[in-house]
Nanobody, 114 residues
Framework: VQVVESGGGLVQPGGSLTLSCTAS????????MGWYRQAPGKQRELVAG???????NYVDSVKGRFTISRDSAKNTVYLQMNRLKPEDTAVYSC?????????WGQGTQVTVSS
């Protein structure tokens, strides 16, 4: 399974970005996908996750601002990030978990700065 993220970049505070993550190869359900982030000097944290049954969970700091969704036909998960703050600056990585194992993307940088 290969996991590839896209959509990071530089955005001003209050702006929006959408991250995408696609899993390819031998992808079989059920699986969960999640977005993690790691800022310099901090531990990696789970930002949002979504299960095969479309159950979602979010870290408290992004609730009401970020939305995770999936397109199962494309094995793709999206992270819509609104009202971005400087503290959201981090490398965002996608994780794919199934009975086949645990797979990570290479990460994409999100920088929130004026």
């Amino acid at each position: 399974v290969q996991v590839v993220e896209s959509g990071g970049g530089l955005v001003q505070p209050g702006g929006s970005l959408t991250l995408s993550c696609t899993a390819s190869g031998s992808v079989f359900s059920p699986y969960t996908m999640g977005w993690y982030r790691q800022a310099p000097g901090k531990q990696r944290e789970l930002v949002a996750g979504i299960s095969s049954g479309d159950n979602t969970n979010y870290v408290d700091s992004v609730k009401g601002r970020f939305t995770i969704s999936r397109d199962s036909a494309k094995n793709t998960v999206y992270l819509q990030m609104n009202r971005l703050k400087p503290e959201d600056t981090a490398v965002y990585s996608c994780r794919f978990t199934s009975l086949q194992g645990d797979f990570w993307g290479q990460g994409t940088q999100v920088t929130v700065s004026s």
